[in-house]
T-cell receptor, first 113, second 109 residues
Framework: AQSVSQHNHHVILSEAASLELGCNYSYGGTVNLFWYVQYPGQHLQLLLKYFSGDPLVKGIKGFEAEFIKSKFSFNLRKPSVQWSDTAEYFCAVIWYNNNDMRFGAGTRLTVKP | DGGITQSPKYLFRKEGQNVTLSCEQNLNHDAMYWYRQDPGQGLRLIYYSQIVNDFQKGDIAEGYSVSREKKESFPLTVTSAQKNPTAFYLC????????FGPGTRLTVT
């Protein structure tokens, strides 16, 4: 079965630290890639997405992600986190061959002020 | 406003009762989905529907049922056969990108 792996369950950072959250997916041909964020008490919001083109994708709130096809990875980055980035982050993948969408288990980010 | 609505936000039921969660969208999407979110497990697909009057089981369909009689609506019934129904349920719509509703937190005691 196709799968998505997020390597970190819980990440704790101080404000202004740099962030990188890992996401890998299983091979299955062409994919669309997403990062969603869920702030405490709020619903899932799309941070950024990759469909095609430039593998470095910029999203909202200063987040970016890089698609590395050879590594089946789509890691999320932010150069300097803020306390307001405290949330749970989910990587998601849609495989074109069967329109199957899978989510990673999520990474909880805590940013200390 | 375009979007997805789920109601109610919180739902409490006694064990052995069926309960139906509502999901409505006005985004004109053909595809709709139900996920279950549990801590540390991400989102797991319960059922999805690519078009009206058609739906498919996801990874954890046992104990759940759905209907898709209208394009805008995709209600989920949590039956008494679902062994561990207490969870946060999310509805989504869209094909190559999914848009999510605010969720319903179901507690069964």
């Amino acid at each position: 079965a196709q799968s998505v792996s997020q390597h970190n369950h819980h990440v704790i950072l101080s404000e202004a630290a740099s962030l990188e959250l890992g996401c890998n997916y299983s091979y299955g041909g062409t994919v669309n890639l997403f990062w969603y964020v869920q702030y405490p008490g709020q619903h899932l919001q799309l941070l950024l997405k990759y469909f095609s083109g430039d593998p470095l994708v910029k999203g909202i709130k200063g987040f970016e992600a890089e698609f590395i096809k050879s590594k089946f990875s789509f890691n999320l980055r932010k150069p300097s986190v803020q306390w307001s980035d405290t949330a749970e982050y989910f990587c998601a993948v849609i495989w074109y061959n069967n329109n199957d969408m899978r989510f990673g288990a999520g990474t909880r980010l805590t940013v200390k002020p | 406003d375009g979007g997805i609505t789920q109601s109610p936000k919180y739902l409490f039921r006694k064990e052995g009762q069926n309960v139906t969660l509502s999901c409505e969208q006005n985004l004109n999407h053909d595809a709709m989905y139900w996920y279950r979110q549990d801590p540390g497990q991400g989102l797991r697909l319960i059922y999805y529907s690519q078009i009206v009057n058609d739906f498919q089981k996801g990874d954890i369909a046992e104990g759940y049922s759905v209907s898709r009689e209208k394009k805008e609506s995709f209600p989920l019934t949590v039956t008494s056969a679902q062994k561990n129904p207490t969870a946060f349920y999310l509805c989504a719509s869209g094909t190559y990108e999914q848009y999510f509703g605010p969720g319903t937190r179901l507690t069964v005691t």
